[in-house]
């Protein structure tokens, strides 16, 4: 090394000492360039973690909360003169007697000093009018109950709800805040006797959409996702795979060929708006189909993850080594015999995998079925695909849009359960992948 | 439910068809069955082709053209005073038909006129339902019997059904074309209404977007206006700030990963990236609107700046969050295709690893980011939820990513979203642009699959 450096000052002329340091100073600096460019790389990672760690963090905390609901313990005597005058348990007359009058008597019990007109509807404000629905139900569900004091559980309003849950702060000046100093008294009296309790919020699982928070529920939006879901499936698979077979088995290699390429290539990569365009013409105007139908958004979903299932099917197909079809061929199969009974089931973890992920694709997809009418406000469970129907990421479009406070955690919630399912569906592919994948 | 009840009869019959062909070929040669064409199954295949394959067409043309029709009829039956009524308000009064017949709420008094014809109607559908069984299952049996007495032992019944799987097989494969013909003709053919309504130069230079259009002639304040280029502007404004967030983040990612990390913590790695990518855009949206927004307004505040709630920054920012795992798995790609060789005999040279990669892979690796980046620019531009959650509704002609912007997709689907008539250049306007959209991302694919692809042959 000194020699070196030794016969660079001869030629060069400058003194031995000097060559030392310059050179230990360009690697010092190289090595720090090379210290810096990798921390932007580490940096840049750092990013898209940090990203979705907030992400995360934001989802989960807001709308962990949502999976409990406030309840309210009441006391309801079932008078039969209110309910059923005649007597006759009349299914009919059973549904449309006054619930209501009986949770307000009921409240009104546990507060005898409430008399103004004002107070009253307050004092009535504390329970959901779901507490309605509920007393109704399990009257109609066993009408023995009638003429007994019964007790029942009834959902709290959204606004108790969010107090309860911390996310109203009580320090905030009464007129800026959504829950009345009074009800907030009302409320430490109920707590005294014990008769608030947060349970499981079975609701959010169970019931469609609601404009009242604490009455509404994913279930009518799950349904939904899995019907059009359903029909995405069921379209673009079989295409796919026989698109796929086409192009690797049999396609002539020629013009017509190269233009289904590019097609299938552009297709991936088109805004999903413009498929919703779509489908609000072709689909709605000119065939006429329902609007707001799982029927409509599974076919515009289909055409939308149509290139990618064929692309990773291709790709699955094309791995498959060429000797096994050279054996099959030589024992005397068809070519199309070839393909069904030996490229096909070997590519199929292949093929599966990408339907999977096409699929997931899929379930996240709000915006072309906003362009056909699936955003609208639902409150049934759909029945079939020609229903009306919402699903899960248009809900939480809906949802997100809602002024309410509880309507935030609700959506959130709704989020992970969206999330869970995607989750639940990439690692099923990964699982396949990792446990049929062949390496020839 | 019909449907699904017939569809799954003529499967069934298909499965009969299916054992039937297959016992009378192996019939028909008294079970020898070498001295058959093909094998036994593929007469069995061949008889319920036979029996599915007609009457699924028949069926499908049916359910597509009954409507029309029974409308045909039904305006037909209809008094003359009904029908010489414009076509806005003819199609208005069936609508009124077809739901008092579905049993719906009806917008405007029941006349018995009207009740006779809501039970012409209702009558019609259920003799075009029962008709519609009734032929498909006649053409199913008929199948089978056709298919039957066809079959013989020198019938080449494998080669017909592998010209059947051979015919749909190559049907599939044209959908993607006609699925593209689809999107071009129908935004196509919106657009050119649109176009006749207001003048294309005024829609593509005009600096003015209202799409209100007055309902009343002499409403004042809302003639309408369909100047795009605000709506352009926002697009590429937020565009451009995803990108300045996406690639150097992207690419850096893509850089470590391919050149620096360890095994190990690529497989740590890679799954976050994945995620990312799995998010589904409504939910990057909510976190826009809910986390980023308030925070950039009251660091704003805390600046004092004045940074909209719907500023484009938001959007920007978290659109370029999403498209990270998009720029970096392809950058990644194409970094790892860039051969090894090349890489040590910079490093022959003396370079360190920062000094190859600035100067030697990037330089060779160019062509193929710069394709990655436009497709990711073609996913910022047409991507809707993100926006439609985060950014403003107003059109908005400003450069300053502190304001709110509107962009070409948000204004889709406000314009699109609610009750829509077909005959308003604000509904059209929609397609409109729509098909600037569709036109500009596919020139930006076009381009950048070739740029990607050239690139990948370079080194193959």
């Known amino acids: 090394m000194s020699d070196t450096a030794g016969t660079g000052t001869v030629k060069t002329g400058l003194p031995r000492k000097n060559i030392n340091e310059v050179v230990s100073a360009g690697i010092r600096r190289r090595y720090a360039a090379e210290r810096r460019f990798r921390a932007y790389g580490l940096a840049a990672i750092g990013f898209a973690i940090f990203a979705l760690t907030t992400l995360l963090v934001t989802i989960v905390g807001t709308g962990y909360s949502a999976f409990t609901q406030t309840m309210l313990e009441l006391e309801i005597t079932l008078y039969p003169q209110d309910i059923d005058p005649e007597g006759n348990r009349d299914p009919k007359v059973l549904s449309t007697a006054n619930y209501q009058a009986l949770v307000r008597q009921s409240l009104r019990d546990l507060f005898p000093e409430v008399t103004t007109r004002q107070e009253r509807r307050r004092l009535n404000g504390l329970v959901s009018d779901g507490a309605t629905f509920q007393v109704r139900r399990a009257v109609l569900d066993d009408p023995s109950i009638i003429g007994q004091r019964i007790s029942i559980l009834v959902p709290m309003s959204d606004d108790i709800d969010q107090f309860m849950k911390g996310h109203i702060s009580a320090e905030v000046p009464e007129s800026d805040r959504r829950v009345s100093d009074q009800e907030i008294a009302w409320l430490e009296r109920l707590q005294d006797r014990n008769l608030v309790h947060r349970t499981f919020n079975w609701t959010f699982f169970t019931s469609g959409d609601s404009r009242e928070p604490e009455l509404a529920g994913i279930w009518g939006a799950l349904v939904g996702s899995l019907l059009t879901m359903s029909v995405t499936l069921a379209l673009a698979f079989p295409l796919a795979v026989a698109t796929a077979i086409y192009l690797e088995e049999f396609a002539p290699k020629n013009r017509w060929t190269d233009l289904i390429e590019v097609n299938i290539n552009n297709l991936a990569a088109v805004p999903s708006i413009v498929f919703g365009l779509l489908g609000l013409a072709v689909f709605l105007n000119f065939f006429g189909l329902p609007r707001s139908a799982p029927l409509v958004g599974g076919m515009v979903l289909a055409l939308m993850t149509l290139p990618t299932i064929i692309i990773a099917a291709r790709a699955s197909i094309k791995a498959v080594p060429p000797w096994i079809r050279e054996a099959a061929l030589g024992l005397g199969a068809s070519r199309m015999q070839v393909v069904f009974q030996h490229t096909l089931p070997l590519a199929m973890p292949g093929i599966l995998t990408g339907t999977i992920i096409g699929m997931a694709q899929a379930l996240g997809e709000t915006a072309p079925l906003l362009m056909i009418g699936m955003i609208a406000f639902i409150v049934d469970i759909p029945q079939g695909v020609t229903d009306p129907a919402t699903v899960l990421p248009v809900q939480v479009f809906l949802w997100s849009d809602a002024p309410e406070r509880a309507f935030v955690e609700r959506t959130s919630a709704a989020i992970m359960v969206l999330l869970s399912f995607l989750i639940v569906m990439n690692a099923f592919a990964i699982y396949l992948r990792k446990r049929f994948e062949r390496r020839w | ?460």
């Open chain 2, 1 to 460: 439910m019909q449907i699904l009840v017939l569809v799954s009869t003529l499967l069934v019959l298909s499965l009969i068809g299916y054992y039937l062909g297959r016992s009378r070929a192996v019939a028909s040669v008294s079970g020898e069955a070498s001295r058959l064409h093909s094998l036994p199954g593929y007469y069995g295949l061949y008889v319920a082709l036979w029996c599915g394959v007609p009457a699924l067409i028949v069926l499908l043309a049916w359910l597509s053209l009954e409507p029309w029709i029974v409308e045909r009829l039904l305006v037909a039956s209809l008094p003359e005073s009904a029908r010489s009524l414009p076509s806005d308000r003819l199609a208005l009064l069936l609508n009124d038909i077809r739901n008092l017949a579905g049993g719906n709420i009806v917008s405007r008094d029941v006349d018995p006129e009207l009740r006779d014809a809501a039970n012409h109607y209702a009558n019609m559908r259920q003799i075009g339902t029962w008709a519609e069984i009734v032929v498909c299952l006649a053409l199913a049996v008929a199948g089978i019997a056709l298919g039957q007495r066809y079959i013989a032992p020198d019938l080449r019944a494998r080669n017909k059904v592998e010209k059947v799987v051979m015919a749909f097989l190559v049907i599939s494969s044209t959908i993607a074309i006609l699925t593209t013909i689809g999107i071009v003709f129908s935004l196509l053919f919106e657009a050119i209404r649109f176009f006749r309504l207001v003048p294309p130069s005024e829609f593509l230079f005009g600096l003015e977007w209202s799409p209100q259009t007055a309902l009343r002639a002499d409403q004042v304040g809302s003639s309408g206006s369909f100047g795009a280029v605000p709506l352009f502007a926002g697009t590429m404004l937020i565009s451009f700030i995803a990108m300045c967030v996406a690639v150097p983040v992207g690419l850096f990612a893509a850089i470590y990963m391919a050149e620096y990390a360890h095994p190990r913590f690529r497989a740590a790695v890679k799954p976050v990236l994945e995620i990312l990518a799995g998010v589904p855009t409504v939910v990057y949206g909510f976190f826009a609107a809910l986390t980023v927004a308030p925070f950039f307004r009251d660091s704003g505040g805390f600046l004092g700046l004045d940074i909209s709630s719907e500023s484009a920054l938001a959007a920007g920012v978290v659109m370029g969050i999403m498209i990270i795992p998009f720029v970096s798995s392809l950058s990644d790609d194409i970094i790892t295709a860039v051969p090894q060789s090349l890489r040590e005999g910079s490093s022959g040279l003396g370079a360190t690893r920062s000094e190859t990669i600035k100067t030697v892979v990037l330089p060779a690796a160019l062509p193929g980011i710069v394709g990655g980046v436009l497709l990711a620019v073609s996913r910022a531009i047409g991507e809707t939820m993100i926006v439609v959650m985060a950014a403003g509704l107003s059109a908005n002609l400003t450069a300053n990513p502190l304001e709110a912007v509107t962009t070409v997709t948000v204004q889709i689907v406000t314009l699109l979203v609610g009750d829509q008539e077909f005959d308003s250049a604000k509904t059209l306007a929609a397609f409109a642009l729509g098909l600037v959209l569709f036109c500009v991302t596919l020139c930006l694919n076009i381009v950048a699959l070739r740029v990607v692809q050239k690139y990948r042959e370079q080194y193959e």
